[in-house]
């Protein structure tokens, strides 16, 4: 299981990273991030989750993490 989280875990940081170059890429990164944010919950919320018991559990799981990772990602800084 730590290999699974570890696994999980850096796939997290690569998504995170891909999606802030692309928003940094983007003319309106803050726009991207937020239409992107809301493509991937409708995914979570829309996907068929089967093979556990508490199906609602695992979605909602999922769905704080979206949040906590995109709560950590910030607007450029307007400083020059």
Do not use: W, Y
Request: proline fraction near 5%.
């Amino acid at each position: 299981m730590e290999e699974l989280n570890g696994r999980m875990l850096a796939c997290q940081i690569l998504i995170t990273g891909l999606v802030a170059h692309v928003a940094n890429s983007s003319p309106d990164p803050l726009r991207f991030l937020t239409g992107f944010r809301d493509e991937i919950k409708a995914v979570i919320a829309g996907i068929d989750i089967s093979g556990t018991e508490s199906a609602e559990r695992v979605r909602a799981a999922a769905q704080l993490s979206v949040d906590e990772l995109f709560a950590l990602m910030k607007p450029p800084s307007q400083e020059i």
